[in-house]
C-alpha cells in the first residue's frame, strides 16, 4: 500500500495508490447546497469525498476551513485584479500538513494502527506528532540537523520520540526498516521514488473544494504551489477535478509548481520533457520545507493533466515576497510558502499570467516557524533616549513629520 501501485511500477516510476471514489452514487445525495448548508465545518465537511469508514475515527483540531484573502495592495502592485491568498498557516499546528495528517491518522485508526512515523524537516512531524496525539498513537519522527529550531520543538512538544539523523537517505533506511519489521504506520515517503501516504493525500484534496466554495463554485484560472514532493499539488488538483467530475464546478485551474531554485526536480523533469523524476543534485535552500532532491510522479501528473507548468525561485526572491505579503497584506509565511507570492511575482513579470486571472497562491504555513530566517533580512531595532528632537530626527527619515 505505501510501496506504490505493483502494475505500473518501472524503473524509472513509481506511482502511488490513488483512492477512488463511486462518483455517481456520491453525486446523488451531495450537492452544492447540501455542502452550503452543511452545519460541519473543517475537513469532514466533505466526508463522502474522504477515505474513513468509521465516524468515530474522525477526529479534529479544527483544521480546514481557512480563509481565501483578497490581496488588494498586493494585487494592484503586481498588477493582477483577482489576487488571493489561501491562508493555511491558520492550521492547528500552522501548515497545511493537518490536512495530510488529521485524514491519515484517521485511516490509521481504521487500520488500528499503533504507532505512527514520518521522515521530516519539520511541518509534516508536528502534524503526525498532534494527531497521533489526540489518536492516542505513538509517534517516531525522522528529521535532519538542518531544521529550524521551532520545528525541533514543535515534533517534540506533542509528545514524539525525536531522531535526527545527518543524511537524507539514512533517515529513510531507518524508517523504511522500522516499517517493515515493527508494522509502523508511514504517513510520507521512506525512499527516493516518493510513495507517500495515499491516504492523507487525500486530505489535500479539501484545499480545492474550499477555494472552489470560495469563490462562489468557481474555479479560478491559476493555483500556485510551493512544491516539495508535490504531494500537496497533486492532492489539491484531485479535489478540483472530483467538484468537476461531480459538476460542482464547470472549469480547472492550472496547477503551477513552484521549487527553490537550489533544488527543482520537478522544473527539472518537464523542462527536460521527461516522464519521469530524475533525481538532481542537493543544495541547500531557506526554504527548507520544500527543498529536496526529488518529487513524486504524481506532481508531474497533476501538471500534465492540468495543462500547467513549473518554474523556479532564488532564495532572495523568496525572502523578498515574505516581506512584501507580510507588509502589504498582513500575512506571515514561512519562507517556503513565500516562495509561491515570489513566484507569482516573477511569472507576472515574465508575461506568464494574465492580469485579468483569478489567482489563488496557497500559503502553506506560517513565518513563525523559523523567525530566524526573517531576523536575518530585517534592520536592526531602533534604540534612542526619551528626547523629542532625536525621535523626530530619526522619525523623518521614514515619515516626513513636521518638527
Ligand atoms: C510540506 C510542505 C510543502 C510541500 O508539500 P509537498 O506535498 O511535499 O509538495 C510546502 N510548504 C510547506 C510549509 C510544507 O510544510
Redesign the pocket.
Known sequence: MFEGCPKCKTEKVIANLTVTYNYDKIGLTLRKDILERRYQTGIWKYMELLPVMNKEHMLSLCEGDTPLLKCKRLGKILGIKNLYVKDESRNPTW???DRLCCVAIAKGLDFGAKISTVSTT???GAATAAYSAIAGMDCVLFTLPIVPKTMLTLMQVYGAKVVSVPTFEGRWKLMAKCVKEFDWYPLGPYNSMVVGNPYGTQGYKTIGFEICEQLNWRSPNKVIM????????FGTWSGFKEFHELKFIRDLPQMVSIEPANGAPLTNALSKGLDYIERIPRKSSVAV??AGNT?AYQ?LKAIWESNGFATTVEDREIMDAQRLLASKEGVYA?P??AASIAGIKKLRNEGKVDSSETVVCVI??SGLKDVEATRRILPEVTTMRPDWQIFLKHMNKYLKLEG
Open positions: 501548515s497545511y500538513k519539520g511541518n509534516h510551493p512544491t516539495g514532493y508535490g504531494e500537496g499539488l520545507s520544500i518529487t506532481s514561512e517556503s510558502s502553506t504555513s
